[in-house]
């Protein structure tokens, strides 16, 4: 639902701590179907490892080819609207390498187990990938259905949940140049 948010503490590569934010921070309706802006928020230890995404979307990870508008925020500069040919690029991108497509398609469901994390306690279905070499908990209790995920290279725990969420980018989003073109503002 709109408004609803998942927070949590990552650390990649055994080095990089992150609080990583997923939010539904609005809808809206395109060509008769019902489109959802899905924000991905990382902050990390200094501005310049923060990063904005915001996704045009509509309600299922499988139909993320589907994406209709993006627009991301590097740190401290301006936001960027993609559209044209590099939109077309990442819809290609999007529907051949899905990772959560691949993740799923390479699980074993371990068993359902409690767990207890800095948001709480949740039921939750455990899933392996040996492919990977990764661990993920996952419950229909959370918004984004992540408790938590631990593998070679990360480890993602949720630490909070909520609703209301609003949009981290407060500016207009310019429109980002075509290669080798002007940038229209």
């Given at each position: ?171 207009k989003p310019k429109e ?10």
């Amino acid at each position: 639902a709109v408004g609803r948010w998942a927070e949590y503490k990552a650390v990649y590569e055994k080095k990089n701590p992150y609080t990583v934010r997923y939010a539904v921070v609005g809808s809206d309706k395109r060509q008769g179907k019902n489109l959802k802006w899905v924000e991905l928020r990382m902050t990390g230890e200094t501005k310049d490892k923060n990063l904005i995404y915001q996704m045009l979307v509509p309600g299922s990870p499988r139909e993320m080819g589907d994406v209709q508008e993006v627009v991301f925020k590097p740190g401290e500069k301006p936001a960027m609207k993609m559209n044209g040919m590099m939109l077309n690029m990442i819809r290609g991108q999007m529907e051949k390498q899905s990772i959560l497509t691949d993740l799923c398609n390479d699980v074993t469901l371990v068993g359902t187990e409690s767990m207890s994390v800095p948001a709480g306690k949740f039921e939750t279905r455990h899933f392996h990938s040996q492919k990977y070499g990764s661990d993920s908990w996952v419950s229909s209790q959370v918004p984004f259905a992540l408790v938590k995920s631990v593998g070679e290279k990360h480890d993602m725990t949720l630490s909070a949940v909520g609703s209301g969420a609003k949009s981290s980018i407060t500016e207009k989003p310019k429109e980002m140049p075509v290669m080798g073109g002007p940038s229209k503002n």
